[in-house]
């Protein structure tokens, strides 16, 4: 009992780090100087990282979930994260950037 409750914590744990290591490689990485060696070398370093992290916290989860959802923890879990994939890009994260002014004669 008290393993899956650590498998609880180390999971969700994991994937908070999972997504601090995904907004740090988007939003901080692009105020950098326009190099793109740099930016492509960090982006690439950082997907291992990202898809080891991305299973450990799905096996420790769905270990952690089993004995109350049985079978329907893949599917929850799934549906968790395609909703976090759909939702994500609606977030506003950091200033929003002037819009620029288009003049049209239609």
Not at 24 to 41: A, D, G, I, M, Q
Not at 70 to 88: E, G, K, Q, Y
Request: aromatic residues 12%; proline residues 8%.
């Amino acid at each position: 009992m008290w393993f899956s409750k650590a498998a609880l914590h180390l999971g969700l744990a994991s994937a908070i780090l999972n997504v601090g290591v995904v907004v740090y490689t988007t939003y901080f990485l692009s105020s950098c100087p326009p190099k793109s060696s740099e930016k492509s070398e960090v982006l690439s370093s950082a997907a291992p990282l990202l898809i080891v992290l991305g299973f450990i916290s799905f096996c420790l989860l769905s270990y952690a979930l089993w004995p109350i959802w049985n079978v329907l923890t893949i599917p929850l879990l799934f549906t968790l994260f395609m909703a976090s994939i759909v939702v994500s890009p609606y977030l506003l994260i950091g200033p929003l950037r002037p819009q620029t002014v288009v003049v049209r004669a239609d």
